[in-house]
């Protein structure tokens, strides 16, 4: 499979301000570092609690925000390296799905002008005409018909509006879509649907996923790849059935235990993490999941583990593995 997103050694650090001058004290390390690829047509599902640099990747990625280093190749272009009239090209290629579908869409705009818009900014429509057929078009591919063209948003439930989200991203005929916890603020009956909706337009338009959520339960349909964030660096990535069956890496055991397993038979002990997430401001020293880790070892608050191929692009950076 050819590689559609490539991101190499991606940084992204805040400046944390303080005093009167404004002067910068620390940073806070969002994402520390992280490599993954995303190949054409798949999903790669993007995991881990809040805070852990999740949105803070997809933003980069799309440079909604600007690295503070490394690499992002989009169909093998270096996207870092894009002047203002590129990166509004690419952007066609490139989209975002944001998590509250009502934050995310404007009030005083119909759906006919919210999904209407990326098609004038790409200038996509040759008229009027031609541009309400292709929102209705769009429309009814999300499973909203034409008749809802001349609502606005508030006229609609929270799954309905994250498919005029959808409706929108989808409207520029992108390659990948950048989807930052898109079921996150929906009632769990309705994320099942919306899954859905994604997983039959990326076959129908041959789209390709990165798919962020907190939890791998809504990851685990969609997926085809899954990686584990933790504190600003990816801690495990591997093919999902592969990470569903046979986590690896101390902290996908431990979030994969608090999935209700069904069958009894399979259930497992809830491993129960002590604390909270530290601080990425300053984050724990070695392994930065030493301090919650239940099997942290001498080594770890020492030595950064490396994030290795431990076999059939199964990924983790853990010292236990190293043994
Ligand atoms: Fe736990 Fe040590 Fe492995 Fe980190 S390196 S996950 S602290 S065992
Ligand atoms: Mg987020």
Redesign the pocket.
């Known amino acids: 499979a050819e590689k559609l997103l490539e991101v190499n050694n991606l940084k992204k650090y805040f400046p944390v301000k303080a005093g009167i001058i404004k002067r910068t004290v620390a940073h806070v390390k969002a994402v520390d570092d992280i490599s993954f690829y995303v190949n054409e047509g798949e999903t790669l599902g993007l995991v881990g609690e809040s805070g852990c640099g999740k949105s803070t990747t997809g933003r980069t990625i799309l440079r909604l925000l600007e690295a503070t280093a490394g690499e992002v190749l989009f169909e093998g272009r270096d996207v870092m390296a894009l002047n203002k009239s590129q990166l509004r090209e690419i952007r066609r290629d490139m989209q975002i799905i944001f998590q509250d579908p009502y934050a995310s869409l404007n009030p005083r705009m119909t759906v006919a002008d919210i999904v209407g818009e990326p098609l004038d900014i790409h200038k996509l429509a040759k008229n009027k005409k031609d541009r309400n057929n292709k929102v209705k078009e769009i429309l009814e591919n999300v499973g909203l018909g034409a008749e809802y063209m001349n609502r606005y948003p508030h006229e609609f439930s929270g799954g309905q509006r994250q498919r005029i989200g959808v409706a929108r991203a989808l409207a520029v005929d992108p390659k990948l879509i950048i989807a930052d916890e898109p079921v996150s603020a929906l009632d769990v009956s309705v994320q099942a649907q919306v899954v859905n909706l994604m997983q039959d337009l990326q076959k129908e338009f041959g789209l390709t996923y990165l798919f962020i959520a907190h939890d791998l339960s809504v990851v685990k349909h969609i997926s085809d790849r899954v990686a584990v964030m933790y504190l600003g660096k990816i801690v495990e990535l591997a093919d999902k059935r592969e990470l569903f069956k046979n986590p690896i ?3 996908t055991q431990s979030l994969l235990s608090a999935i209700p397993e069904a069958d009894p038979k399979k259930k497992k002990d809830r491993i129960i993490l002590k604390g909270d997430v530290p601080s990425p401001v300053d984050p724990p020293s070695g ?1 930065r ?2 301090t919650r ?1 239940p ?3 001498d ?2 608050p020492i030595i950064e ?1 490396e994030f290795k191929d431990y076999g059939n692009g199964h990924y983790a950076a ?3 593995l190293e043994e």
């Open positions: 890496h101390p902290y392994c999941f030493h880790c099997k942290a070892f080594k770890c583990p853990c010292h236990l």
